[in-house]
């Protein structure tokens, strides 16, 4: 059966208002990761930085067609933005970049799989491409080189742990509630439970 690619208006829905709403907590998480930075360094930072790529990660697990990753993260981009970001520049930088680095994880696999290592390596790629754009728009090469890579490192871990396991725990647990039983995730998880129960 060929896979209906295109958003239903329900689905544009949802993704606009789950990347609202972490376009405001983007905008909390900065002053969380300040406090962080300030007290580690600038490698305190890349500990945070999977959390910003949360939106595309679990709103591409929820409908699981292509260009949300992208989409979802340009929108919390521009909801940060809106609600009070100072950078309205680097922020729309940072959020086409991240959201393309996780969109092009998901296009990978054609679509079709949202596994949780694809939802972590969607989270590594979401981070390398914030490090890189980073690393271009605020002269990372300042720095020791010993200090970039474990910046790297950092934000690479924090796209495994935080964007893609956290995006994973994050989504299943809305989806046991059953406000997402009419999107693709709900109706994987009920096709797995027929495939187990024939089995």
Same mark, same amino acid.
């Given at each position: ?5 295109? !958003? ?18 983007? !905008?909390? /998480? ?5 406090? =962080? ?5 600038? =490698? ?49 930088? !940072?959020?086409?970049? #991240? ?39 605020? %002269? ?5 080189? %010993?200090?970039? /890579? ?9 796209? !495994? ?29 009920? #096709? ?8």
């Amino acid at each position: 059966m060929r896979q209906n690619h295109t !958003l239903n208006l329900r689905e544009i829905v949802v993704m606009a208002f789950i990347s609202a709403v972490f376009g405001v907590l983007y !905008l909390v /998480w900065i002053f969380l990761g300040q406090l =962080v930075t300030g007290i580690l360094g600038p =490698v305190g930072g890349g500990l945070m930085a999977g959390f910003w790529i949360m939106a595309p990660i679990v709103c591409a697990l929820i409908i699981q067609k292509p260009g949300v990753a992208l989409f979802a993260e340009l929108i919390a981009a521009g909801t940060e933005i809106m609600v009070g970001s100072v950078n309205a520049g680097s922020v729309l930088i !940072l959020g086409f970049t #991240q959201g393309l680095g996780a969109e092009l994880v998901f296009a990978m696999f054609r679509y079709r799989s949202f596994k949780l290592p694809v939802l972590m390596l969607a989270g590594m790629a979401g981070t390398a491409a914030s490090f890189l754009t980073e690393f271009a728009l605020y %002269g990372y090469s300042q720095f020791a080189a %010993g200090v970039v /890579w474990f910046m790297l490192g950092t934000m690479l871990l924090s796209g !495994l742990l935080l964007a893609g396991w956290g995006s994973h725990y994050l989504t299943w647990a809305l989806e046991k509630t059953g406000v997402l039983h009419n999107f693709a995730i709900g109706r994987s998880n009920r #096709q797995t439970k027929q495939e187990r129960g024939a089995s």
